[in-house]
């Protein structure tokens, strides 16, 4: 009795999972401040976000000074059981040791997907002040669970009330960054 209630769960979940995996999720236009320059660094966070898919969840930041990229950091969830280690938070969490906070505070952070909540809380501390994202994180999570804006605080509405003044760009290239996160969970 217990092992066919296993495997009923077990079929259950496939179920459920391939119908969140099939769910189709229309990309958002470019943000229309976004520059060449944002174009060729989300490109460039998004080979992180492919890299940290191959062991972990395909989240992927960079950190530019003056032109320059200066950290970059995939997502290390899975790797290391930690669940605070998302790209923006390792990334910070590296770059707040290695640079000064002058450093940090005139750096634009590249995201592949917009900060999460904890994330957004992360960059506040660091004082960063121009964020960059590829993929909006309501898009992504949608492909996964049509509940999600249900439960969703977005960078935006978060800045917009604890600093207004950080400059948030995105979506860019979003249909990019949305074939990654599904290319990640039909491997999964």
Same mark, same amino acid.
């Given at each position: 009795?217990? %092992? ?15 119908? #969140?995996?099939?769910? %189709?999720?229309? &990309?958002?236009?470019?943000? =229309? ?12 966070? #998004?080979?992180?976000?492919? %890299?940290?898919?191959?062991?972990? #969840? ?12 200066? =950290? ?5 969830? %899975? ?14 969490? #590296? ?19 917009? &900060? ?5 809380? =992360? ?16 898009? =992504? ?48």
């Amino acid at each position: 009795m217990v %092992k066919i209630l296993g495997i009923l769960v077990f079929l259950l979940s496939i179920q459920h999972f391939t119908t #969140y995996a099939q769910l %189709k999720v229309t &990309p958002m236009p470019d943000d =229309a401040r976004v520059t060449e320059i944002d174009i060729y660094f989300i490109k460039k966070v #998004y080979e992180v976000a492919r %890299k940290a898919s191959e062991r972990n #969840y395909p989240y992927g930041a960079l950190l530019v000074h003056e032109g320059k990229i200066i =950290a970059t950091y995939g997502n290390k969830v %899975k790797e290391t059981g930690d669940v605070t280690m998302h790209a923006e938070t390792g990334l910070l969490s #590296y770059a707040s040791k290695e640079f000064g906070p002058q450093i940090l505070a005139n750096s634009t952070l590249y995201t592949s997907t917009e &900060p999460c909540i904890m994330c957004s809380g =992360a960059i506040y501390w660091a004082n960063i002040r121009k964020i960059v994202y590829g993929t909006t994180e309501l898009q =992504a999570r949608l492909l996964f669970d049509p509940d999600a804006k249900k439960r969703l605080i977005s960078s935006r509405e978060a800045f917009n009330t604890i600093r207004p003044d950080v400059e948030i760009i995105g979506p860019v290239s979003e249909e990019e960054g949305l074939l990654i996160h599904e290319i990640f969970s039909r491997r999964k």
